[in-house]
């Protein structure tokens, strides 16, 4: 009953949005920073998966 609760808290649409909006945001400051190389070659798929997540995410109950 306790893990149902657990998983149910996480896996709502409100929650998961705000990950993707973070990811998406992460990956746009990766992009961005001249710091890192290797940072700067992953930004485009933490972008893509933010956004591909996003798109799922926001058709989830409330």
Request: charged fraction near 10%; include cysteine.
């Amino acid at each position: 009953m306790k893990n149902r609760l657990l998983t149910s808290r996480y896996l709502r649409r409100g929650f998961l949005e705000n990950v993707s909006c973070v990811l998406i945001g992460l990956g746009i400051f990766m992009l961005m920073q001249p710091f890192v190389m290797t940072a700067f070659t992953y930004s485009f798929s933490v972008i893509l998966f933010g956004t591909v997540s996003f798109l799922i995410v926001s058709h989830f109950p409330e």
